[in-house]
Nanobody, 122 residues
Framework: QVQLVESGGGLVQAGGSLRLSCAAF????????MGWYRQAPGKQRELVAD???????NYADSVKGRFTISRDNAKNTVYLQMNSLKPEDTAVYYC????????????????WGPGTQVTVSS
């Protein structure tokens, strides 16, 4: 009933930039927080940044000052602008949304996108 579609990953040199997008489709009633997580090989998935429906943001210390999260509530879309990329930013990036659906508007749950690969070469 709900699908998160990510785009914007790829290969970039250190110091470069990428912009990730994630749009939520389906029978959505409301979306609370949306965010980006990442998982590097052999490591646990970690929060990169998230943003509430009101625009409050939260960032991992490792990306503060380099990454910016934003969202377009009318389009059910969240963005992650990544600047000054480092090789250690290499990971699969996953979009997350805490939302409720039309058929059960009082029950929120997490939905995940399939992930998009970001590779930063040194």
């Amino acid at each position: 009933q709900v699908q998160l579609v990510e785009s914007g990953g790829g290969l970039v040199q250190a110091g470069g930039s990428l912009r990730l997008s994630c749009a939520a489709f389906g029978s959505i009633f409301s979306i609370n927080a949306m965010g980006w997580y990442r998982q590097a090989p052999g490591k646990q998935r970690e929060l990169v940044a998230d943003i509430t429906s009101g625009g409050s943001t939260n960032y991992a210390d490792s990306v503060k000052g380099r990454f910016t999260i934003s969202r377009d509530n009318a389009k059910n879309t969240v963005y992650l602008q990544m600047n000054s990329l480092k090789p250690e930013d290499t990971a699969v990036y996953y979009c997350n949304a805490d939302l409720s659906i039309i058929t059960n508007p009082w029950a929120n749950r997490d939905y995940w996108g399939p992930g998009t690969q970001v590779t930063v070469s040194s």
